[in-house]
């Protein structure tokens, strides 16, 4: 029995091993290039903290968090306030293949309490590919008004991509800022990835607990007639 859990074991990691090598490519995914080398952005022309890549020990708000990469040295931050209304934007083209998830590091902090009177987003675009008609969004966050968040803690985000499976898509990060300088806020992204969709490991978890449990009733069985 043992011999048969770890032939299952073997071969599910061999459909994840391979899910994982056609998962979709993204390039600079966790920003180590120290920029935004692969990517395209765009901030709001007056930002409270403009967007940039930088490492640990940033807090441009005193009762903030201060930043703290989530993969490598560097992330991406930005203020998340600023000369609204408009956004903050980083993404890039993507060729999306199957068994494809992206999932991302975020943190955020605001204080929404000076004459606030529309909620900050954050959330993903999906559009077509060099960006513009968007096909589909997922949102992520929500400041809401006249509220105080110092710090989120580092939070985990991901959307799926099956139904733009072989298809060239801009997949933008996007921030809303819908009025003008109503509040500071610090934002964090990182350590952004393309994974098998959940299903896949699911189903190598489940066969693997399946056949541990068989292998125990059997061995119980075993020592029930030898007593």
Do not use: C
Not at 164 to 170: A, F, G, L, M, S
């Amino acid at each position: 029995m043992k011999t048969k859990i770890l032939k299952s074991t073997l071969a599910g990691l061999v459909i994840l091993v391979s899910g994982w090598a056609n998962a979709t490519l993204i390039t600079n995914a966790s920003f180590e290039t120290g920029d935004f080398t692969g990517w395209h952005t765009q901030d709001l022309s007056s930002p409270f903290y403009a967007l940039e890549v930088d490492g640990a020990g940033v807090n441009p708000w005193g009762s903030f968090f201060t930043s703290a990469p989530t993969d490598g040295s560097v992330a991406v931050l930005h203020g998340f306030d600023g000369n609204g209304p408009g956004m903050i934007k980083v993404g890039q083209d993507i060729t999306v293949t199957s068994l494809s998830t992206i999932t991302f590091n975020y943190r955020a902090a605001w204080l929404t309490t000076f004459n606030a009177n529309l909620e900050r987003n954050f959330f993903v675009s999906i559009e077509e590919s060099g960006g513009g008609v968007v096909l589909e969004t997922f949102n992520i966050l929500t400041a809401p008004i006249n509220s105080t968040m110092n710090d989120t803690g580092d939070l985990f985000g991901s959307v799926g991509l099956s139904a733009y499976e072989n298809q060239t898509v801009r997949m933008n990060f996007v921030w809303d800022i819908p009025e003008h300088f109503t509040g500071p806020a610090f934002f964090q992204l990182d350590n952004v990835r393309s994974i098998p969709e959940p299903t896949t490991i699911a189903i190598l978890a489940l066969g693997i607990i399946g056949l541990a449990s068989r292998s125990s009733r059997a061995a119980k069985a075993r020592t029930y007639r030898k007593t």
